[in-house]
């Protein structure tokens, strides 16, 4: 069963900054792409940033030039780093990783941005 362990996250004021980390194990495969979602409260869970094995990174219009998504192939690891924070932000961050099995799912982590 492959395992996603996430750290990071936490209560940040406004324009903060914040980085998530994300390693999997158990992969068995090679893995296609890793990337963040998040959920906020009473909404549906939606892409923040992914990226492909071979670097090519996606970002959702709202975090372009705030979050920087990267990738260490060899520890199969996933980190985004987020800038200048803002409410708007806050929600459940989940690590997502896909490989030829299919795609698995972090257990989440929480982002607070207060203003």
């Known amino acids: 069963q492959v395992q996603l362990v996430e750290s990071g996250g936490g209560l940040v004021q406004a324009g903060g900054s914040l980085r998530l980390s994300c390693t999997a194990s158990r992969t068995y495969f090679s893995i296609n792409a890793m990337g963040w979602y998040r959920q906020a409260q009473g909404k549906q869970r939606e892409l923040v940033a992914a990226i492909t094995s071979g670097g090519i990174t996606n970002y959702a219009d709202s975090v372009k030039g705030r979050f920087t998504i990267s990738n260490d192939n060899a520890k199969n690891a996933v980190s985004l780093q987020m800038n200048s924070l803002k409410p708007e932000d806050t929600a459940v961050y989940y690590c997502?990783?896909?490989?030829?099995?299919?795609?698995?799912w972090g257990q989440g982590t929480q982002v607070t941005v207060s203003s």
């Open positions: 997502n990783v896909v490989i030829f099995a299919g795609s698995y």
